[in-house]
């Protein structure tokens, strides 16, 4: 009597009939597809010993049912991605979810050079210059309303310039009468000196350290010829041609200070009440 010859799990004879080796124990074909195969995550199927498996985070596939979520295309030899366990081929995912480019309007790829700002989206190479048309890339650069402007466009064209030296000013400065100058060029019209943080003044438009503007234009005091410049609360008196600073303002002969009281002329000399009477 011949040896037996059956499967391990319905135990027919597999004489005659295709069968598979598991761990040294033969199975026919159904017992095996039942007892060893995977299910489709797709149709829920059993995926037989001779059908293509593809295999995806612990989920299993027959290659027919391996397949983009939105436009149907098979993913076997495709690259793709996953978006919420629905399996997406490259263009139905950039087109639902990458970004477009705001210049050309097209899909920036994932893992393209792009460039974002305020919102929008840019391929690398789309970012450009609105006045030279050049990248901008990873240079600084200045926005304008809708367009975007790389630093020395910007500059040459809407930067305020120096009244001065006609130069840009790229940063700090000053404004006198309503135009802007560096700092280094806002000097004195007569010495050359800074005048940014000081208190100047000015003659026909022209700005004048004080000491320049007492010097060249103020007028001298009676008593002790230097500039009466009015500036910083100084006060000073005033009678005919003639002016003298306050603590100048003194009797010429006793020195007592005539301020607030009454005086006499005498020629060049101003006298107190008491010493224009000891005349």
């Not at 295709?18 to 095996?32: E, G, V």
């Not at 290659?63 to 149907?72: A, G, L, N, S």
């Not at 006060?235 to 306050?246: A, G, L, N, T, V």
Request: charge should be negative; aromatic fraction near 12%.
């Amino acid at each position: 009597m011949a040896d037996r010859f059956d499967c391990d799990n319905c135990k027919e004879s597999l004489y005659g009939r295709k069968y598979i080796q598991s761990d040294d124990s033969p199975y026919c074909i159904p017992c095996y597809d039942s007892l060893f195969s995977n299910t489709c995550d797709e149709c829920k199927e059993l995926i037989g010993h001779d059908a293509r498996e593809l295999f995806y985070e612990d989920r299993h596939y027959h290659e027919h049912c391996f397949r983009c979520f939105r436009c149907d295309r098979s993913l076997a030899d495709e690259p793709f991605t996953s978006q919420d366990d629905a399996l997406l081929c490259n263009d139905c995912y950039c087109n639902e979810f990458s970004s477009k480019c705001v210049a050309c309007d097209k899909i920036v790829m994932p893992g393209s050079r792009k460039l974002e700002y305020g919102g929008s989206t840019w391929h690398e190479g789309c970012f450009i210059c609105h006045s030279c048309e050049q990248p901008i890339g990873s240079k600084s650069f200045i926005p304008d309303k809708d367009e975007h402007y790389c630093v020395p466009c910007y500059e040459d064209k809407f930067a305020p310039r120096c009244t001065r030296c006609k130069k840009v000013l790229s940063k700090g400065g000053v404004t006198y009468r309503d135009e802007p100058w560096h700092k280094e060029c806002f000097v004195c019209t007569s010495c050359k000196t800074q005048l940014a943080g000081q208190h100047f003044t000015s003659r026909d438009d022209s700005p004048y350290c004080l000491k320049c503007f007492g010097s060249l234009y103020a007028k001298k005091c009676e008593a002790c010829s230097k500039p009466i410049t009015g500036f910083g609360g100084g006060k000073y008196i005033s009678f005919e041609d003639r002016q003298w600073h306050q603590p100048c303002f003194t009797c010429s002969q006793c020195s007592v200070s005539l301020v607030g009281a009454g005086f006499f002329p005498d020629g060049e000399k101003i006298l107190c009440r008491e010493c224009h009477t000891n005349l």
